[in-house]
């Protein structure tokens, strides 16, 4: 399978905890993005990475959230002091350099988190 | 906060009939992208338009780029079962990031 795979899938966790999640985007992607998704809403930006470098945050993206991407490839999001409205599902997508005739996002299949 | 508006919310429909939903803007985008999310999964990605008036087909599925570039739309022609799922729109703007639409939500009447 060669496409983007996200673990874990589930995650259930008390208030306070700490979680991390990892994205194996598809090989030699240079971008690779972080979404969030409540229910009856549409994906909504948290940043992004081209190669290793993280080049944007959104104003979702609070201080007890970090993402990584130290080698170009795999990235980890962390959420720290997990809150009740951080239950979302946490969505990684990669594309190839962009340009104006191609732009398509992969996705993967998220991972679940559901704060208690 | 998202700026697309999407329509319809939700649709009922039966078995072979066609469907059809759009997104408008009061912004320009680059490239529409249409994707389908079935329930506990990612969105997969159905069609993606480039150009001001491009219209692209995917099997069952046409999809139309508005010549304004500020809306798209989607068709659905006789559906099947495994049309069920919700559909998103999404446009590219010019730092191609995606700003995506509320989604609509495709039911099949039993």
């Known amino acids: 399978d060669t496409g983007v795979s996200q673990d874990p899938r589930h995650k259930i966790t008390k208030r306070g905890q700490n979680v991390t999640f990892r994205c194996d985007p598809i090989s030699e992607h240079n971008r690779l993005y972080w979404y969030r998704q409540t229910l009856g809403q549409g994906p909504e930006f948290l940043t992004y990475f081209q190669n290793e470098a993280q080049l944007e945050k959104s104003r979702l993206l609070s201080d007890r959230f970090s993402a990584e991407r130290p080698k170009g490839s795999f990235s980890t999001l962390e959420i720290q002091r997990t809150e009740q409205g951080d239950s979302a599902l946490y969505l990684c997508a990669s594309s190839p350099n962009p340009s104006p005739d191609l732009n398509e996002q992969f996705f993967g299949p998220g991972t679940r988190l559901t704060v208690l | 906060g998202q700026q697309l508006n999407q329509s319809p919310q939700s649709m009922f429909i039966q078995e072979g009939e066609d469907v059809s939903m759009n997104c408008t803007s009061s912004s320009i985008f680059n490239t529409w992208l249409w994707y389908k999310q079935d329930p506990g999964e990612g969105p997969v990605l159905l069609i993606a338009?480039?150009?001001a008036g491009e219209l692209t087909s995917n099997g069952r599925l046409t999809a139309q780029f508005g010549i304004t570039r500020k809306d798209s739309f989607l068709n659905i022609s006789a559906s099947i079962p495994s049309d069920v799922g919700i559909y998103f729109c999404?446009?590219?703007?010019?730092?191609?990031?995606?700003?995506w639409g509320a989604g609509t939500k495709l039911i099949i009447k039993p």
């Open positions: 999404a446009g590219q703007d010019s730092n191609y990031q995606l700003i």
């Open positions: 338009l480039y150009k």
